[in-house]
């Protein structure tokens, strides 16, 4: 079975500092991979995603992450954070069949002080 | 373009009772999705369909938790009876067939006393 980990359960930045949250995934298989935000009080997002290809993805507001296969990573990043960026961040993959079900990581929690 | 809509916002029910909630999914998207997120933890998937038939149902305790989509449009998720341990946030989400990217709904928060 796969498994998300996502080893940063809160993170707390100063405005304009550089964001880098860890996810990690344990799937031997072709992988689909994705970051989804959820803000205060709001649904989750999809930030960005990699299905193939550049392994470097860029979403919106700024965010990028690296697909590294050999580290079975997706770490997202950001090289400076808003205070609208406050949210739950959540890594996710699935199995690259088509409409496969999701698998998420815990979460991290994301606090930006002004 | 209208999102995953999911009703109600919001429950409180007292342990032993039943409750029941609504998703309608965008427009088009054939396959749907129920999602539990316990708190502190990532969504996890209790049951997908895709038009009214289901892909995939391994993770509904299916001793108290029931779904359909009769017209493989509208969804309903009941649980009876309900638990304490199944307070949680109820997610919807849809996607079209053979599309990655599901759109998730606001859920329905559900607490269990």
């Known amino acids: 079975a796969q498994s998300v980990s996502q080893h940063n359960h809160h993170v707390i930045l100063s405005e304009a500092a550089s964001l880098e949250l860890g996810c990690n995934y344990s799937y031997g298989g072709t992988v689909n991979l994705f970051w989804y935000v959820q803000y205060p009080g709001q649904h989750l997002q999809l930030l960005l995603k990699?299905?193939?290809?550049?392994?470097l993805v860029k979403g919106i507001k700024g965010f990028e992450a690296e697909f590294i296969k050999s580290k079975f990573s997706f770490n997202l990043r950001k090289p400076s954070v808003q205070w609208s960026d406050t949210a739950e961040y959540f890594c996710a993959v699935n199995q690259n069949f088509g409409n496969e079900k999701l698998t998420f990581g815990t979460g991290t929690r994301l606090t930006i002080i002004p | 373009e209208a999102g995953v809509a999911q009703s109600p916002r919001y429950k409180i029910i007292e342990k032993r009772q039943s409750v029941a909630f609504w998703c309608n999914p965008i427009?088009?998207?054939?396959?749907l999705y129920w999602y539990q997120q316990i708190l502190g933890q990532g969504p996890k998937l209790l049951i997908q369909f895709q038009n009214n038939g289901v892909v995939d149902d391994s993770q509904l305790p299916k001793d108290r938790f029931s779904a359909e989509r009769l017209k493989g449009v509208d969804s309903t998720l009941k649980i009876q009876p309900a638990k304490l341990e199944d307070s949680a946030v109820y997610l919807c989400?849809?996607?079209?067939?053979?599309?990655?990217?599901?759109?998730f709904g606001p859920g329905t928060r559900l607490l269990v006393l």
């Open positions: 427009s088009g998207h054939a396959t």
């Open positions: 990699y299905f193939s290809g550049d392994p």
């Open positions: 989400a849809s996607s079209f067939v053979g599309q990655e990217t599901q759109y």
